[in-house]
């Protein structure tokens, strides 16, 4: 969403992911009549009883929306209560400028309110899934029309470990802005929800080719997952040998993916290939320093011994020319 780092909002690495992973808009039911009163409502009420075989409303009540029972999503539930409170130092200005934009559309009266709860979502979403989520509810009963606001709460509910609703909101995501860099967290939550054979539909039904190297890369280690899971190690190893494994190159999504591929191929008694991978991946988280960077930063890997000496900064960063020449070769296929 606001992180460019492919899927986040736009993170890729939340943390209900990582465990399941190695081992990441219907608009007829979004708002549709929410607040809405009837025609009949609007011309008044005769009398201090109302209407025939009406009973005369409570201020507390007429000042409620009506629910629309089309409406699907957990913001629109009625018994939900009230919203969580936001941080006094958020400002909503923290937003991404291309959020900002997106936000734009809203009026002057709710455009504040959901800045500030997405920033709030954000902030909580590795520490407090669930208050993230919430936040990002609370977005979403004001500005649910908007795609990022719907891929606020599908990130937010798969992080809190609500595969259903993350389903729900991915999907809506996907028909506003036509972007399938949630597929892998689709699938993922699809195998969460124990129907595997769906998620490996949906996988087959992809435009592996329009998805960003690092979705594709998430996506191969999902299903390797669901292989393992349905005891077929062949097919996980298989699924995970795809153009960005890569032992001589190094990407921000790379430590993931070699660690995912040694555990598959350990779990098809390749066990020579398995420790050699797993090598790989650790070399290569130390010349990340552990961070994932939001585009591939590329590094060389390189070294037939795959001895433990930790890399130098000056031996692993290339140079600009080196850097654009690899990425055109590896980055993004």
């Keep these: 969403m606001t992180d460019t780092s492919a899927n986040k909002p736009k993170k890729r690495d939340d943390s209900?992911?990582?465990?399941?992973?190695?081992?990441?808009r219907d608009r007829d039911q979004r708002?549709?009549?929410?607040?809405?009163?009837?025609?009949?409502?609007?011309?008044g009420r005769q009398g201090a009883g109302g209407r025939a075989g009406?009973?005369?409303?409570?201020?507390e009540t007429a000042s409620q929306p009506q629910h629309n029972p089309a409406d699907l999503r957990s913001a629109n539930r009625p018994e939900r209560g009230r919203s969580p409170n936001i941080d006094d130092d958020v400002t909503g200005k923290e937003l991404d400028r291309s959020v900002q934009r997106e936000l734009g559309?809203?009026?002057?009266?709710?455009?504040?309110?959901?800045?500030?709860?997405?920033?709030?979502?954000?902030r909580l979403i590795e520490d407090d899934p669930?208050?993230?989520?919430?936040?990002?509810?609370?977005?979403?009963?004001?500005?649910?029309?908007?795609?990022?606001?719907r891929e606020a709460a599908g990130m937010t509910a798969y992080a809190a470990g609500k595969f259903s609703e993350a389903l729900r909101e991915f999907r809506t995501y996907r028909r506003?802005?036509?972007?399938?860099?949630?597929?892998?967290e689709m699938v993922d939550s699809e195998r969460a929800l124990g129907r595997t054979d769906k998620a490996l539909q949906l996988v087959e039904e992809a435009p592996l080719d329009k998805l960003p190297a690092i979705s594709r890369v998430e996506l191969a280690i999902v299903v390797s997952g669901i292989h393992l899971d349905n005891g077929d190690p062949k097919a996980a190893v298989v699924a995970l040998e795809i153009p960005q494994l890569n032992p001589r190159r190094g990407f921000s999504y790379s430590p993931r993916?070699?660690?995912?591929?040694?555990?598959?191929?350990?779990?098809?008694?390749?066990?020579?290939?398995?420790?050699?991978?797993?090598?790989?991946?650790?070399?290569?988280?130390?010349?990340?320093?552990?961070?994932?960077?939001?585009?591939?930063?590329?590094?060389d890997l390189s070294d037939d011994e795959?001895?433990?000496?930790?890399?130098?900064?000056?031996?692993?960063?290339?140079?600009?020319?080196s850097s654009e020449q690899a990425s055109t070769q590896g980055g993004d296929q």
């Design 16 to 24: 209900s992911r990582s465990h399941r992973r190695g081992g990441p």
């Design 130 to 149: 669930e208050l993230a989520f919430d936040h990002a509810l609370a977005a979403s009963r004001r500005g649910g029309r908007l795609g990022v606001v």
């Design 105 to 122: 559309t809203l009026d002057e009266q709710n455009r504040p309110w959901v800045q500030k709860h997405l920033v709030m979502a954000l």
């Design 257 to 299: 993916l070699f660690s995912a591929y040694a555990e598959a191929l350990q779990a098809d008694r390749r066990q020579d290939e398995a420790r050699k991978w797993s090598n790989l991946a650790a070399r290569a988280e130390r010349a990340l320093g552990l961070n994932v960077e939001p585009e591939p930063e590329i590094l």
């Design 31 to 43: 708002d549709h009549g929410r607040g809405g009163k009837s025609r009949q409502d609007q011309r």
């Design 54 to 59: 009406r009973p005369p409303r409570s201020a």
């Design 306 to 321: 795959y001895d433990a000496i930790p890399p130098r900064a000056r031996d692993v960063l290339p140079s600009q020319a």
């Design 176 to 184: 506003i802005s036509g972007d399938n860099a949630h597929l892998p």
